[in-house]
Nanobody, 121 residues
Framework: QVQLVESGGGSVQTGGSLRLSCAAS?????LAWFRQAPGKEREGVAG???????TYADFVKGRFTISRDNAKNTLYLQMNSLKPEDTAMYYC??????????????????WGLGTQVTVSS
């Protein structure tokens, strides 16, 4: 069992930045950030493997950066140039097995409780 705890969410204005963190209780091969806005499905934002291969959803490319510190079992998401449409609950997810760098929701066995990001115009 892997426990995930997100932090770093908050409220910012358009164009602002936030850095999310996710502390994991154990090492896992794949980590990812997902988000879910009210009334919408959960969607993948960015994924990273243990050897730091990364991939991003098109809607965050060039603005968000995912990284991980394997020694600390911690995942990060640096979010720059935030837009109102980035407003959502952001979740950290972990998958012990190999697969797509950013896989579908069902591939991730462990989830955090989420951290809220609100971007105002």
């Amino acid at each position: 069992q892997v426990q995930l705890v997100e932090s770093g969410g908050g409220s910012v204005q358009t164009g602002g930045s936030l850095r999310l963190s996710c502390a994991a209780s154990a090492y896992t091969y794949r980590l990812a950030w997902f988000r879910q806005a009210p009334g919408k499905e959960r969607e993948g934002v960015a994924g990273i493997t243990s050897n730091h291969l990364t991939t991003y959803a098109d809607f965050v490319k060039g603005r968000f950066t995912i990284s991980r510190d394997n020694a600390k079992n911690t995942l990060y998401l640096q979010m720059n140039s935030l837009k109102p449409e980035d407003t959502a609950m952001y979740y950290c997810a972990a998958a012990p097995s190999s697969g797509l760098i950013l896989g579908p929701v069902y591939e991730y066995d462990y989830w955090g409780l989420g951290t809220q990001v609100t971007v105002s115009s």
